[in-house]
């Protein structure tokens, strides 16, 4: 926990915040604040700073707010994700919003099991806390927009046609040569947002691919390595981020 | 398990292989092997083929085994990484064999637990089971080296300055911008190998990061963006590769 994050409702017109629970406990426990010391605060989808410990009781920590940093921009990398398993998608999710991405979409895909979608942590939309693990680890307060979409022909026939403009770089993952990486990258990269297409366990089928092949997607890969789908998500999202002009 | 892995020492001078356990469940449950039906087959730091399965009874695969494809190269990206908590070193071994490493230096630094060396995967050296795990992932046979450094300054003063004239690009993982890979790659890539130290949570101290400074080490990272390591350590070897020359 590398920055305490607020909830915008937890913030104060004014005055002080009090916090209990896990972050409390980490400012009391692990970075063993006394009073006068400072740690590093965001609000979620908003601004950062810094919050001067005022009194620490057992279990409560009153911090003396000030969010003089604005939000970071939103990543421009977004994520098109054939839905995981679900312990896997808890750690995806913390890993995505460590690492920065935009929009996340959790799509259906042949090889993807159909009890993934009875899940919980799906059923539910319980992706909160997860993504909030990974805010806090990289001390961004932008909170990735997910979405779940239970049907890839409509996914890709409707719902993402639309929003393909805004991509200028579109990759569908794929084992294979590592062409397409250097490729883009000796072409300047991406100037506005890219968008990486990752399958399940086990991958895409040909009628998957087609459709994003048919989109503008231009397959990528990290190798020839049949990668877990977390790993390849790290992977992946490492050099898209390499392509963004700087 | 994408590939079944062998021992050397499993493998006849002729005849068929039989399989019990973990593999043998593999080949029954997961794949719904039949006789006849062929698997994906290596051995550890050897060649690669198929087995065709000739019998299964309960618990128990005979494959008549075919290595026709030579061992693949040995991965020509090493890893110096402070060693890492046990239940997260696990999973990196797994990960790193997955990506393809060809040696792991784990070492200490002044942010590394010294309880971590005391934890039985460590004292023990219990490696190797979690990097079969990221070769079966991978189908790759080439076990990654790994060796354990529990004093930083003599590795970084004896042990580490032999080798380094193997490695044409030494990376020193900080959170920072991004323009060490983008100067790599203009550059070429690079022609040998490639070595990426990744400090600990919190990571190197200054000290440190100096003496890796001296051995002509340069700054590179993943963005200003603090990761968890094992989210490091993928996003690091992702674009590690990507500088090594196809």
């Known amino acids: 926990m590398n920055l305490i994050l607020l909830e915008p409702t937890e913030v104060p017109v004014s005055g002080p915040v009090e916090l209990s629970g896990r972050r409390a406990e980490h400012i009391i426990k692990v970075l063993g604040c006394k009073p006068k010391d400072q740690v590093r605060v965001g609000v979620v989808d908003g601004a950062r700073g810094h919050g001067t410990v005022l009194d620490l009781s057992s279990g409560r920590v009153t911090l003396d ?8 921009p939103a990543p421009p990398v977004d994520l098109i994700l054939a839905l995981p ?6 750690r995806i999710l913390s890993t995505v919003a460590a690492m920065g991405v935009g929009r996340v979409f959790l799509v259906n895909a042949r090889r993807v099991e159909k009890s993934f ?9 319980e992706f909160r806390s997860h993504l909030l693990l990974g805010l806090e680890q990289a001390m961004d307060t932008r909170l990735p927009l997910v979405s779940v979409h239970d049907r890839f022909r409509p996914f890709v026939e409707d719902e993402l046609p639309p929003l393909l403009h805004h991509y200028d770089a579109r990759l569908f993952a794929n084992p ?22 990752i399958g399940p366990e086990g991958g ?7 459709r994003f092949l048919e989109l503008g997607f231009v397959t990528a890969s990290c190798g020839p390595r049949v990668l877990k789908v977390d790993t ?3 992977a992946l999202l490492s050099r898209a981020w390499l392509l963004i002009s700087p």
């Open 65 to 72: 707010l000030v969010l003089d940093s604005p939000a970071p």
């Open 85 to 90: 398993r679900p312990i896997m998608l808890r």
């Open 117 to 125: 979608f009875a899940a919980t942590i799906v059923a539910k939309r």
């Open 176 to 197: 294979g040569p590592e062409d397409t990486f250097r490729l883009l990258w000796d072409q300047g990269g991406a100037r506005t947002r890219i968008v990486v297409a």
């Open 204 to 210: 895409w089928i040909d009628y998957e691919r087609d």
């Open 232 to 234: 390849a998500v790290a």
